[in-house]
């Protein structure tokens, strides 16, 4: 068997898909821990009331897990037609100038680098080997059969936000009243750390700045919605 270079790094078909079910599931989750959790604490902080609490934490979690899988499934499917547009029109492209779109190729080889006879040579055999892929990958970084798909962008979201929102509801739910809020943060805190790690590794950014970022983030936003809550139940009561 022959060992092939960088074996370990991903150079298969489908790539772009699955990045993109991926980042719709980590953002999907995040949003349900931070959104459910701020809803259910600051209810918390004005009732120790169960029922008021459960209410509040289901609603939030249905209405959060559709709204992500709607806006996930607009704003994929945006860029799906973008990408199919840009495709429809390299094809009249090559279709009714093919010498300019050959010149073209050949000038973004040179730009990357290549000689000219060398840009040239390239350019033709991949015009020859197959001119719309050669061109929407150099000039677009697109890949035909790799478009994105929004109906996974959606169901991922949707599934990633009701995990991520079962979290802090169970947090707040199964503890005694005087718990309920201190385990909360604790637990979403924690989530939100993993959340912003998985987040850094599928960017290949710094792992230790994003969980940073999240945490701080979603602990401001708990004692946000904590506080208005406290301050509105005792004025009410």
Do not use: C
């Not at 055999?125 to 061109?135: F, G, I, Y």
């Not at 924690?190 to 230790?208: H, Y």
Request: glycine share 10%; proline share 4%; net charge negative.
């Amino acid at each position: 068997m022959v060992d092939t270079p960088h074996a370990d790094e991903a150079h298969t078909p489908g790539l772009g898909q699955r990045l993109n079910w991926l980042r719709a599931g980590v953002l999907g989750a995040n949003d349900g821990i931070v959104s459910v959790a701020a809803l259910v604490v600051g209810v918390a902080g004005a009732t120790d009331q169960l029922g008021p609490i459960l209410t509040a934490g289901i609603a939030g979690l249905v209405g959060g897990a559709i709204s992500m899988a709607l806006g996930e499934y607009v704003s994929v499917s945006s860029q799906r037609d973008s990408e199919r547009a840009l495709i429809t029109k390299e094809i009249g492209e090559l279709r009714e100038m093919p010498d300019e779109e050959l010149e073209e190729l050949t000038q973004l080889y040179r730009d990357r680098g290549l000689t000219d006879a060398t840009a040239r040579q390239v350019a033709k055999e991949l015009t020859a080997h197959d001119a719309l892929s050669a061109h929407l990958e150099v000039e677009l970084g697109i890949d035909q059969n790799d478009l994105v798909n929004p109906w996974h962008a959606a169901i991922s979201s949707a599934i990633s936000f009701t995990l991520g929102a079962l979290l802090p509801l169970l947090a707040i739910l199964l503890p005694p009243p005087a718990w309920r809020v201190p385990v909360t943060f604790v637990a979403v805190l924690i989530a939100l750390a993993i959340t912003g790690t998985v987040s850094a590794q599928l960017g290949g950014s710094g792992k230790s700045r994003a969980a940073i970022r999240l945490v701080l983030g979603g602990a401001l936003a708990l004692a946000v919605t904590w506080l208005v809550g406290s301050l509105l139940g005792t004025t009410v009561a």
